[in-house]
């Protein structure tokens, strides 16, 4: 099985929210201030940062996603959440969850400092 799992994407309108989550109890590195987060990928482009979350309730986030997405952590059932609110047809995209245990990611939203991440789960935004 995967390390870490994502689950909750939906088709959803414009101006609605969303709660993605992501199974971590697999992935190799654990404890409270592994540096976790999530980026996405939109359908023909590159991939984007979304935000991160380490110790405790240290986050960070993308300006496009400031103010609307929240990032929390279970981390007694290694649980990853990725809340979204008031969602916009540009939030369209693969969500990925993923593990930085070298800090890389949550220092500077730095992708290249990704370890692993899962298969992903679709969020479609109409209006």
């Known amino acids: 099985q995967d390390e870490l799992m994502e689950s909750g994407g939906d088709s959803v309108q414009v101006g609605e929210s969303l709660t993605l989550s992501c199974d971590a109890s697999r992935y190799r590195y654990s404890g409270a201030g592994l540096c976790m987060g999530w980026f996405r990928q939109p359908p023909g482009k590159e991939r984007e940062a979304v935000g991160t979350?380490?110790?405790?309730?240290?986050?960070t986030y993308a300006h496009s996603v400031e103010g609307r997405f929240t990032i929390t952590r279970d981390n007694a059932k290694k649980m990853l959440f990725l809340h979204m609110f008031n969602l916009k047809p540009e939030d369209t995209a693969m969500y990925y969850c993923a593990g930085s245990p070298g800090r890389g990611y949550c220092h500077n939203l730095n992708l290249d400092a990704l370890h692993k991440w899962g298969r992903g789960t679709f969020v479609n935004v109409s209006s």
């Open positions: 979350f380490e110790g405790v309730e240290k986050t």
